[in-house]
C-alpha cells in the first residue's frame, strides 16, 4: 500500500514569533537514536505527545501530592498539577517569545518519576535505597524516558530530543560544579605521580559524572542548585547512577543551566502548587482564611476581594483570590524575566546556558512572597498533623513493600521477577524500586492489602 504521506513536504517550523534565545526545532541537538522527522509537527511537539502517551504519564491520575488518592476527589492529583503547570507555562513562554512545545513538554514530564504517596512515598524509597545509590524522583523520571517504558519497536525509552532531556534533568538548576583547570591539571598531576586512577574527563576530576564504565555513585551535587520550594529536596547530595549512566551516552551537559522554556517549566510548577495547595489545604481544612493573615500579600487580595464583592460564598472568595495571585505571580516573572533579558545582553539560547545564574526569575519582592508562602504551607499544612499521619501510613506502605520483595523477590508479579536477582542484592534492590516507583496510590495499598492481609482476595481469586 502506498504511503498516503510520501508526497507531503517535512513539517517547517513556525519560527516566526520565536525569539533568538528560544529553543528553535530546527537547531536542536536531535535524539540519541537517529529518526526521520514527522512531517506534522516539530521535533518538541512530537517529544510532548510521547510523553502523553507514554504508560507513566496515565499513571499521574492516582498519584498525589499531598493527600493519598482515596482521601477525595476534588484534590489535585499529579496529573492534573501537570496540567495546570504546563497551562501556566505554555502562557509564560508566549509572552516570552520560548518555545511553548518544549515548556509543555517538559511541564507534562516533570512529575513522571514520582513515587505513590508524594513525597512521603519518596522518602520512604530513598532511605530504603540508600545502601544502592538512593532514590530521586528527577532522576527517575530520566530513567523512564530514556529505559523502562518499552513501546518503540527500535528503542526501548521514549527517545526524546536532548533539549527536553536536559531540561527534565536540570530544570532546577546545574548538577555538578564547573570545573576550574588550575584544579583539573593538580589533580591530574598528582593521580599521575602517585599511579592513582586517572581521571577520564575534567567533570570526573571535579566530582563530576565519570565516563563508561566507572561508579557514578559518589558524584557530589551542589546543593545550593536545589530548588528551595522542594519539601524535601536530595538529601543524598549525589547524581542517581541512571542519570550518570545515561549522561555518559548522551552527554546533557549536567554543569550548566537548562534552557529558559525549562527553567518557565520549573517556577510556573512552583505558581500552580502554591496556588493548588492554598485551595486543596482550605477546602480540606487544615487552616482558615483568617490564617492566611500570616501572609501579608495574599491576605490583602482576599481582603480586596471581599471589599469588592461584599458577601461572596467561601469557595468563590478562594478562587477568585487565587486566580489573582496567579495571576500576579505570572506577571511578575514575565516583566522580570525580559528585564533580565536585557540586562543581561542575552541573544541565544547557549547564552541562556553559559549565564551561570538564572535567567528566567521573579523579582525580589515576588521571591520573598514566595518564600513566605511555602513557609506558611510547610507550617500549617505539609506538617498539620493530619497531614504527618496519612505520610506516616504510606511510609509504612512503601517500607513494608520493599522489605518484603527484597527479601522474596520470587512473589514479584511476571515480568519483573525475571529482572531481580538474589535477595537482598542490588540488581534486585533497583527491580522493587522500579516496581514500586510506578505504583499508583491506590495499585500500592491494593498490592499492601494483597500481601500482608491473609483474608484478602489475591490474583488467583479475581
Not at 495547595?277 to 471581599?306: K, M, N, P, S, Y
Amino acid at each position: 500500500m502506498a504511503n498516503p504521506y510520501a508526497a507531503m513536504k517535512p513539517f517547517e517550523p513556525r519560527e516566526a514569533n520565536l525569539a533568538s534565545y528560544a529553543s528553535h526545532p530546527d537547531k536542536s541537538r536531535g535524539r540519541l537514536h537517529k529518526e526521520d522527522e514527522s512531517n506534522t509537527r516539530s521535533c518538541f511537539a512530537r517529544d510532548r505527545d510521547r510523553i502523553i502517551h507514554c504508560t507513566a504519564f496515565r499513571r499521574l491520575e492516582y498519584k498525589t501530592q499531598v493527600f493519598v488518592n482515596h482521601e477525595g476527589d476534588h484534590y489535585r492529583t499529579r496529573l492534573t498539577h501537570s496540567l495546570e503547570v504546563s497551562q501556566m507555562a505554555r502562557g509564560i513562554c508566549r509572552s516570552l517569545g520560548l518555545n511553548e512545545d518544549l515548556a509543555e513538554a517538559l511541564a507534562l514530564a516533570h512529575d513522571l518519576g514520582h513515587t505513590p504517596f508524594g513525597h512521603s512515598g519518596e522518602d520512604a524509597l530513598s532511605d530504603a535505597m540508600e545502601p544502592f545509590g538512593g532514590f530521586d524522583h528527577n532522576a527517575h523520571t530520566i530513567r523512564l524516558v530514556t529505559s523502562l517504558e518499552q513501546r518503540y519497536a527500535e528503542f526501548d525509552g521514549l527517545n526524546l530530543t536532548w533539549e527536553t532531556l536536559e531540561g527534565i534533568a536540570k530544570h532546577n538548576g546545574p548538577l555538578v560544579r564547573q570545573t576550574p583547570k588550575s584544579i583539573i591539571s593538580v589533580f591530574k598531576n598528582f593521580a599521575s605521580n602517585m599511579k592513582l586512577h586517572k581521571p577520564s574527563s575534567p567533570e570526573e576530576a571535579y566530582g563530576g559524572p565519570p565516563s563508561q564504565g566507572t561508579s557514578a555513585v559518589g558524584v557530589r551535587v551542589s546543593r545550593a542548585q536545589r530548588n528551595v520550594g522542594d519539601i524535601r529536596g536530595d538529601q543524598s547530595g549525589k547524581i542517581a547512577r541512571s542519570l550518570a549512566e545515561y549522561n555518559d551516552r548522551h552527554n546533557l551537559e549536567l554543569e550548566t543551566y537548562a534552557s529558559a522554556e525549562a527553567q518557565v517549566a520549573s517556577l510556573a510548577d512552583d505558581i500552580a502548587y502554591n496556588n493548588h495547595d492554598i485551595d486543596d489545604g482550605l477546602r480540606a481544612g487544615l487552616f482558615t482564611v483568617g490564617q492566611l493573615d500570616a501572609v501579608e500579600e495574599v491576605a490583602r487580595l482576599f481582603h480586596d476581594v471581599r471589599r469588592s464583592y461584599p458577601g461572596i460564598e467561601q469557595q468563590r472568595l478562594i478562587h477568585e483570590a487565587t486566580r489573582r495571585l496567579i495571576n500576579r505571580m505570572v506577571t511578575d516573572l514575565i516583566v522580570q524575566t525580559l528585564q533580565n533579558i536585557k540586562d543581561e545582553r542575552i541573544e541565544t539560547a547557549d547564552d541562556v546556558r553559559r549565564l551561570g545564574k538564572p535567567l528566567v526569575a521573579f523579582s525580589p519582592a515576588m521571591q520573598q512572597l514566595n518564600a513566605n508562602l511555602k513557609q506558611f504551607l510547610m507550617e500549617n499544612m505539609y506538617r498539620h498533623y493530619k497531614v504527618n499521619r496519612m505520610a506516616s501510613k504510606a511510609r509504612r506502605v512503601v517500607q513494608d513493600l520493599f522489605t518484603f520483595f527484597m527479601n522474596e523477590p520470587e512473589c514479584l508479579p511476571n515480568g519483573w521477577r525475571e529482572l531481580a536477582g538474589a535477595p537482598k542484592s542490588a540488581k534486585t534492590a533497583t527491580v522493587v524500586a522500579d516496581f514500586i516507583a510506578g505504583m499508583t496510590d491506590r495499585f500500592a495499598l491494593d498490592e499492601y492489602r494483597r500481601i500482608f492481609d491473609v483474608q484478602a482476595r489475591s490474583w488467583l481469586g479475581k
